[in-house]
């Protein structure tokens, strides 16, 4: 899981310049329900085959918590609504 995760976040940091041309997408499962969190990714990237590592990576920890019947708080990650630039690192923005 950690080489997983690595992979997809190493393609993911990028210099933050315009942030009309970033996304968010929700990734990892907790065990509880929902995602363990948001990263936002560069649109000037291979965004499907980062996607699908993203993907990847959420069923992989699916599996792996319930094979290992691992626990995790209940609580819900609020969404974000927008992705600004912030000293050029992509920085989520909140409600």
């Known amino acids: 899981l950690t080489a997983l995760f690595t992979e997809f976040t190493t393609i993911a940091n990028e210099p933050c310049t315009d942030a009309e041309t970033w996304e968010f997408v929700a990734y990892g499962s907790k065990a509880c329900g929902g995602p363990q969190g948001y990263i936002a990714?560069?649109?000037?990237?291979?965004?499907?085959?980062?996607?699908?590592l993203v993907e990847n990576y959420t069923a992989e920890e699916a599996i792996y918590n319930s094979n290992y019947g691992i626990v995790s708080t209940c609580d819900v990650i609020p969404s974000p609504i927008d992705v600004i630039c912030e000293d050029e690192v992509a920085v989520l923005m909140y409600e």
């Open 41 to 52: 990714y560069p649109t000037t990237i291979d965004v499907e085959n980062f996607l699908m």
